[in-house]
């Protein structure tokens, strides 16, 4: 029995993970383990022996197994300690900091017009930026041989071979969307309609793609006052000052009468402010909605009439945020748009200031 404490005491001890360890379970105490089969031999002792011999036994065979269950705590402490040395994490570090992206002045501007717009009563209504000629052009009263139809450098989708159908275009204004909102909502209405527009133009003040924001007031007794006044109301909120308006008569298939609109400005080495001075800045198209528009739309001119007016929120931008270059809002330059980008929190909102 000494023997045999030794042995195993001295195996546990040594054993270096929980396999070795169950190994030395099953040789010494299993079924057939070395101090299970002493104990029974147990049988085969006088009466005499057993009682020296059957405690003997008892208590070696407890002390292995507390050898064991104590080996077995002690390795996995140490498999415990091991992995913490290993995954070790200093929470007290600074976290690792996240870029923020920034909201380009766009997307800022757009929100803002839509703001002031929406607290005046208009509701948001969109449409396709690839669009029907239909749309685009005849029901706005521009026939096939409209010299407003050549003027608007227009991009034209390919047809299939032998397909006759005039090809679709990629809207040249958001003026379409004047179209498809009386179809499917009717009069009255005041809706407007901020978008992406195309046109095959590139220079300093022209890229192939720009922003405008189309507006549509229908209803039986709207005239051109409410355009001025909703006008001068408008660019007096997004410029934060007092702004005065100058209607040019001008002409548009659309609209008759039609107006080119401009604010009063005044020029300071070579920038432009808004809202003071005499000189005058076209930036936007107006008029009374012709009624062959309000018919393309399915709205009876004999009993609504109606204002629209379509403008630019690229100029618009660059006016209230001194942006010299307009090709600017379109090259993806990062150090640009941190300098001109709006932090996400800050969204347009009337009651605390645009
Ligand atoms: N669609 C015109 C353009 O892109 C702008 C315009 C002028 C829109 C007069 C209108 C309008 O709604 O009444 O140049």
Known sequence: MDDLREKYVGLIAQASDESTLEDLRVQAVGKKGEISLQMRSLGKMSAEERQ???????????????????????????ALDERLRGEWLDVTLPARGRP??????????????????????????????????????????????????????TFYTHRAEGDERPPH????????VQIRHMEAQGAPCRIICPGRVYRADYDQTHTPMFNQVEGLAIDKDISMANLKWTLEEFFSVFFGTEVKTRF?????????????????????NGSVKVGEGDDWLEVLGSGMVHPKVLQAGGIDPAEWQGFAFGMGIDRMAMLKYGIPDLRAFFDSDLRWLRHYGFASLQQPNLATGL
């Open 100 to 153: 923020a992206g920034t909201i380009h002045p766009i997307s800022q501007v757009t929100e803002e017009v839509i703001a002031i717009l929406a607290d005046l009563g208009f509701a948001v209504a969109e449409g396709p930026q690839i669009e029907s000629d239909w749309y685009n052009f005849d029901a706005l009263n521009i026939p096939g041989h409209h010299p407003a139809r050549a003027e608007m450098d």
């Open 248 to 268: 040019r008569a001008s002409h548009f298939p659309f609209t008759e009468p039609s107006a080119e609109v401009d604010i009063q400005c005044r020029w300071e």
């Open 169 to 176: 275009v990629l809207r040249t204004h958001t003026s379409p």
């Open 52 to 78: 020296v011999a059957g405690p003997k036994l008892n208590a070696l065979k407890d002390e292995i197994n507390s050898a064991l269950a104590a080996k077995k705590t002690a390795l996995a402490d140490a």
